[in-house]
């Protein structure tokens, strides 16, 4: 996981917006379908911790101002 620690979440997404359209093409061997979703899955979680913090940061300036 520490590859994607290094990505912002728009390069976070596409990434994981362009996994997802290789599976639904139905063209992948299993075996690199197996390894797409668990890349996919990595990537999901790392995109929603980013919304997070941000959501966080955004609750915390509005308390703050």
């Given at each position: 996981m520490?590859?994607?620690?290094?990505?912002?979440?728009?390069?976070?997404?596409?990434?994981l917006?362009?996994?997802?359209?290789?599976?639904?093409?139905?063209?992948?061997?299993?075996?690199?379908?197996?390894?797409?979703?668990?890349?996919?899955?990595?990537?999901?979680?790392?995109?929603?911790?980013?919304?997070?913090?941000?959501?966080?940061?955004?609750?915390?300036?509005?308390?703050?101002?």
């Amino acid at each position: 996981m520490t590859e994607e620690k290094q990505l912002t979440f728009e390069e976070a997404y596409k990434q994981l917006t362009e996994l997802v359209k290789k599976m639904e093409s139905g063209e992948l061997p299993l075996a690199d379908s197996v390894a797409a979703y668990e890349q996919g899955i990595k990537l999901k979680a790392y995109c929603e911790q980013l919304l997070k913090e941000a959501e966080l940061k955004i609750e915390t300036l509005k308390v703050s101002a």
